[in-house]
């Protein structure tokens, strides 16, 4: 990278000194394929066990001072000793995510369930996990659903749009004045046919419909193959209704690898129109999320690389020359603006994100400090027995 | 087919009877792809030879009885007489549909251009078009946008939608209060890399910004992979948002075949949702369009098959049994609901179509009955000299 | 259907008398997604169950008279007696699907794996699978492997190629002269990045590789989208390597839908295929087996409605009019061809199937008389308790 | 980039300096999509002026000293003369490209069509081809067939094969010994149902079936979405069938886009299984060649800069700690063997890029020597009046 501006240096290093990224404490238990869960030593058996995870990440990043939760894999009697727990090791409790899915009843549906008994159930989780809210803190209630059906006639689309509404609509009634909710889109799986809310136009339609403080999640692995991510995002901040990310990154479907992983210059793309619009800082309401699952990888360092592969992303963004991009579209001169983009994105922004850790305190290189640390080897001598964490607890 | 009981009959006979199909101007005039127009012989030389290829198929399929315009491939200087022309020939003028990709100006967009004398220019267009509503009666603007980029910066989706909005809403303005405004999606082609109404929800949040009378165009071969297209039917019906259809039928991208031949279960699945709103009659509204190439297939023949398509399609959703599938849906019975449906689309309406013709008059089997007539051979002979119609003229 | 001509409907009967449809195991024990694996009740706990239920869907279909083995989740002392069980049952054995994918051991590849300790346990599975095809007289060993990676640079592609050429050269040495290996390709999933063996080009350069009796298995989900199967299948026939299908249908991935749910005219494709190149008679040696997760439906009567589909796609197949059909494609008249083709698909072959079971002495509706016949309320009074089987036993 | 050892920088600067990348004439001319061309100024008129392009892209970046031609866009009565301009240029002629998609007798195709006059017309094209490589001393026969059927039905997949044999037999037949067949599959476009070569298998297959100078063509925008094309590289090189490559870049479908635009990660691990398998030395056989549309970027300098993207990927591949990345692969350290990877795709290669041109005599910044030179501006003002050449001609 040829030397940066004093000015210019002080902005980018002020702005990534600012981010945030929560992360998600399913992330440190197992998870796998429908295939096979491939165990992995020392890993979280409690809630507790994965906050210290989550802490420990961002002890060595700087920027993930939270961590989501999700119900009932993180269900607890006491989520303030669980918050005091958090707090102590340094990091917050962040978005509280429903599971209206893995329980027999939900087999057709949860909210969007032909059977109204099933569908009262779901709600009631849903109030549920307000009140956990209510007891954390968390500003953000984080709803997916994996409603939807798999054979042609199976239910109504439009009867299970109008139960959706039914069941959002007494959700978001129940929220405090500084709560939101947040709703989350895919195109499929589980369901194989029609899925309830497979893509941002129905989410978006919903949270119009509900009001200020619903908004929508984009999962980056939730699309169709070839939709262009950057442009939801674009359009979404332009309507005011981009609430969060679930950031992760695919090659085929719903891959969730470690964001970055799969499309560098796509994350990019991603980043430059959240700085574009200026909508980095957490003052603007977008929660940058990561929702991976780390299948044959060691999870903790994942989650830490996926950390670092947002920052780098970030970084280059940042350092895009608005005035000259301006310029050039302006002009209509196609080559000129494009590299004006791929400028910033093939600069090496490595040594700028080391010296960010520096002035923070922390090592430059969070990967080898979490290796010296010795944290793995402590948690894997520490947790044998019981039942690790993973999806079904 | 088992007998259908006779107030059936009756009801699915009345609903075909009534059912509207519209032709489009330019399938009858060349087209191919960026590789090859396939020239053929008989193509009509201006809107007059188009309008009587239109009536022929109205003639021999009987619900077709519009015709579509482009403008301005079939730009003329007195509408009124070609209005009248139509109604001779026993048909009517439909939509018209803008072009503001075909001009050198266009190179980097026509609304969303970033000079503002092209964006002027675009706008003059639309007016124009809208005069010509005027002039010919037509009810419905069509608006398809080529508008996008080829590269990550080329220019700002923001500020590209901030255009489009504002041609949207002086043209909205523009119409009168019997007309309407129909924004079509599309994913890509020809622009590469962004396109500025990409999808659905993009189309749907401009309309909804515009008014009532603005309405999504669904076409159908316009999605990514694997996109669930009832489901969209289904959704914007229910937000009262759906305008029309362009019908076509494609296995990769934009492919422009005939509406049903690759995917026949899809189509019925899209009738399905039509029949089940009751939106199938005129009156509510929802215009059914043909918008196909027939690049290496007789035209006139290819246009009377996909208006035949469709009609398979309709009868076969027109006998779906509602009170069986409603049951078997509310039952939770998977397979009793789906073997509902199908039951439907494996019945054979072919014989329940040519008594519906016999009844109106026609010939029960109209391809056939077009041979027979000597049209093509005629048009062949006459219809030497000049230029054949294609997408440039 | 307008009547048959008495020898065309003798040749079409006779074929589909003599159609085998292989079932699968593991298709009768629960399955779901990585989200939730929902419980059904009566579900079989043991091999023999499963071949019981195995028994009943050929029992009221005909044409289902063997069931393909996964092992280990079939694993047993004695084959033999479950061979005899079947036997006694009414069916036979069929394919021995090898599993090297649910030992921890496998997760960074099995016969692919950078580890030769695992590679070669990886291997002697594969003899041991060959050992149970002489207990059970098995003719075919079907192989897929989950092999792949993640994320790039995870491991050498060109490596894993050399390692899983050794392994299939080993095991293909190991198999008798009257049995063969069928070689499965998928796109992904579970791997992520890259997968082993992700499509036909890969499994076709094996098997050329190894000699006549292996052969390709085209299972119809497991294509990138867009991809024309029937097109595989007129490759594989022309080249002599096509043994097998693993049947099922899919929207989006390998959602293992019942086969002919999402696009039966897909399958109408694939099955002309088949009845124009004369392969459907089962000495031609392709094996025609069914590969479905029934998730959400219930699973035998799944099985017996996906054998009918297969049925009805085949006699369809059967009704083309090859002459008239030939003269078409010879003459280059592109909608004469497709005519034909779509005359034997719209026809309602129901008829002529009730037509067949009545001559096969059985009752002509398979899913009353299962209904009717009392069997899913004794298995599931019978089968409580023990644990259901399911893809982990 | 910290600093390279310098044995280390020595091989890598070599190897980029060796490197040879293959431009077309057809580039520099006029393209667009079905929509529109839209027109450029000062594009060439005829081959000369092609070749005079070229050899400025040359003149710039010093590793594109061939153009390849495309007949009948470059016919012309005199070869000889033609190569002899390029030489004085500076320049060479490299592949010879047929055409055999462009007359409207290949409506239904070209050595697949059902009219054995059409396609021995397309063979006597093909000969033709060849006499045109004696000439020019081309070492390469480039065939890409549009060839394939829009409807089910329309032609028989197996006849078209087995026509298609036949042709490349007799043309094979027809090579010099120093001559190859190179052979492109393409997933769709122009054809939208089948394709008769349209995946990597069947060109293999056919290639096999030939001999050792067929070989396959990779053109990068030619598969489905999700295809992993490093995955075919590492394959088709592991067999020997790898000829050439024809880069370009895309989101969508046959974009065309300048290669390394749409997915800079992919161009890098497409270089990386060039690199790690020492086929990157011209020596090796494998042509890296450029086939893309500028639709709306100037042409010239847009070549220049895909030439660049190469580099740049090329210079991040022999920066792979290949050592460093064994280890970790045989170790199983699943993100330290990405994190190998990613550390030279993270790296800026534009300093060392600089200097290889310093070294080689060139300006380090070939796109602003480029408009510094007057090049354009020259050919703007003298190119006025002719036809502009495009895909017509």
Chains 1, 2, 3, 4 share one sequence.
């Not at 999962?219 to 679930?246: M, Q, S, W, Y």
């Not at 970084?315 to 983009?341: F, I, P, Y």
């Amino acid at each position: 990278m040829t030397e940066l501006a004093p000015p210019t240096r002080s902005r980018v290093l002020a702005a990534l000194r600012a981010q945030r990224i929560e992360t998600a404490s399913w992330a440190f238990g197992n998870s796998g394929t429908r295939f096979k869960v491939f165990a992995q030593e020392g890993v979280p058996r409690d809630p507790y066990e994965k906050i210290a995870d989550a802490a420990t990440v961002h002890r060595f990043t700087g920027v993930a001072p939270t961590v989501a939760l999700h119900i009932p894999w993180d269900k607890l009697d006491d989520y303030a000793a669980l918050a005091a727990y958090a707090k102590e090791r340094g990091i917050g409790l962040g978005a509280i995510n429903t599971n209206v899915f893995q329980d027999d009843d939900y087999r057709l549906g949860s909210v969007t369930n032909p059977d109204p008994r099933i569908r009262a159930k779901a709600l009631a989780h849903m109030f549920e996990c307000v009140d956990i809210m209510d007891a954390t803190g968390s500003r953000d209630l984080k709803l997916w659903f994996a409603d939807g059906t798999n054979y042609p006639g199976q239910d109504s689309i439009r009867a299970r749009q109008d139960r959706l509404a039914d069941a959002l609509a007494a959700t978001y009634e129940r929220l405090g004045p500084a709560q939101r909710m947040l709703l989350e889109y895919k195109l499929f799986e589980p369901a194989f046919y029609t899925t309830d809310v497979p893509d941002w136009g129905t989410a978006y339609a919903h949270c119009l419909a509900l009001g200020d403080r619903a908004q929508v999640v984009i999962d980056t692995g939730h699309h169709a193959p070839g939709t262009n991510i950057e442009f939801i995002v674009a359009v979404l901040i332009r309507a005011g209704k981009l609430g969060a990310f679930d950031f992760n990154s695919r090659f085929y479907a719903d891959d969730d690898l470690m964001v970055g992983a799969a499309d560098p210059f796509q994350l990019f793309r991603i980043m430059c129109e959240i700085v574009s619009a200026d909508v980095l800082k957490p003052e603007a309401g977008i929660a940058f999320m990561l929702d991976q699952c780390h299948n044959i990888e060691p999870k903790i360092q994942a989650v830490i690389r996926s950390v670092m592969n947002v920052q780098e992303a970030t970084a280059k963004a940042l350092l895009v020359d608005t005035a000259a991009l301006a310029a050039a579209q302006r002009d209509g001169d196609v080559l000129e603006a494009n590299e004006v983009l791929m400028d910033a994105y093939h600069t090496d922004v490595r040594p700028l994100l080391r010296d960010l850790r520096g002035e923070m305190g922390l090592d430059p290189d969070p990967i080898a400090a979490y290796k010296r640390s010795g944290y793995y080897e402590t948690v894997k001598a520490e947790r044998v027995g019981g039942e690790a964490a993973g999806w079904g607890a």
